[in-house]
């Protein structure tokens, strides 16, 4: 019975996982709203918290922020075998559509129907994406340090093209000091 119970967890994993890289469309960023209803609101997998962490640790280590973010949940709520699932779910729907857009590409990239197909869904994507970025932020920006952080790292991407894995781990660090000094009300 235990084995049994262990094994839907799994499956579960695969499942949730192979839903949201078979919907969504446009990468990592596009998934987070999918993500969030699938693991936080539904399944009650990890908390808002938990999936910023997620999401700024999938967004600073090698890889892709989807699939790392899939690692680490499936890691979290049932192991090596978890992450392997979540991961595998991931990644499932992406080869097969990759494997197939693949053969036929080369005929239909230069399609007006098929490039104006893409414009839209382009759209789309960025909608998601400000979608995320928007219920994060609440969440995130709890007061003005953490406001003058979000504004600080803002500019030195946009402006100053420094890299997201600095603007992490010094926002980390940052986090650290105000953190032990007891500055501006972190906790």
Do not use: C, H
Not at 73 to 99: D, E, N, R
Not at 109 to 117: D, G
């Amino acid at each position: 019975m235990a084995k049994a119970i262990k094994a839907s967890i799994y499956f579960k994993l695969y499942m949730v996982f192979l839903r949201v890289g078979l919907f969504t469309i446009g990468g990592g960023y596009a998934m987070l709203p999918m993500l969030r209803k699938e693991v936080v609101n539904k399944y009650g997998w990890a908390t808002d918290e938990e999936m910023l962490d997620y999401f700024a640790i999938g967004q600073s280590t090698p890889g892709i922020i989807a699939i790392n973010t899939a690692t680490f949940i499936g890691y979290k709520k049932a192991g090596i075998l978890g992450a392997f699932a979540s991961t595998l779910g991931m990644v499932t729907p992406s080869w097969v559509i990759i494997i197939s857009i693949a053969k036929f590409f080369e005929a239909f990239s230069s399609n007006p129907i098929v490039e104006s197909a893409f414009q839209g869904v382009r759209v789309v994507v960025v909608v998601l994406i400000l979608n995320a970025v928007i219920k994060m932020g609440k969440k995130s920006i709890t007061n003005w340090i953490t406001a003058l952080i979000g504004i600080l790292a803002f500019a030195l991407v946009m402006f100053f093209s420094v890299s997201p894995v600095y603007i992490v781990i010094g926002s980390g660090i940052i986090g650290v000091l105000l953190y032990t000094f007891k500055i501006g009300g972190v906790e």
